[in-house]
Nanobody
Framework: QVQVVESGGGLVQPGGSLRLSCAAS????????MAWFRQAPGKERELVAT????????DYAPSVKGRFTISRDNAKNTLYLQMNSLKVEDTAVYYC???????WGQGTQVTVSS
């Protein structure tokens, strides 16, 4: 059974950092381009970052470029999102998924607040 489990969210002050993890199982993780999305209350889901299957190509939304880093460990079937210099505007539920198929997890809440 396909399963994606996000973790690592929490409450941080502006300027702080968090590292999100996404543990995948039930599919061949290493061949899929993966992505992080986020959704704030009342807003549409937003693409945050993508990473190709080997990790050789990464793309970021302009709003997070230079602050967030997407990475993956195919041996552990895990996707990561390192978030630095967090802003209040980054507050959202963060989800990971394949790009080509909707293998969504439950999301992890990130709250940036003073």
């Amino acid at each position: 059974q396909v399963q994606v489990v996000e973790s690592g969210g929490g409450l941080v002050q502006p300027g702080g950092s968090l590292r999100l993890s996404c543990a995948a199982s039930g599919f061949t993780f290493s061949i899929y381009t993966m992505a992080w999305f986020r959704q704030a209350p009342g807003k549409e889901r937003e693409l945050v970052a993508t990473i190709t299957s080997s990790g050789g190509s990464r793309d970021y939304a302009p709003s997070v470029k230079g602050r967030f880093t997407i990475s993956r460990d195919n041996a552990k079937n895990t996707l990561y999102l390192q978030m630095n210099s967090l802003k209040v505007e980054d507050t959202a539920v963060y989800y990971c998924s394949t790009v080509s198929r909707g293998f969504w997890g439950q999301g992890t809440q990130v709250t940036v607040s003073s």
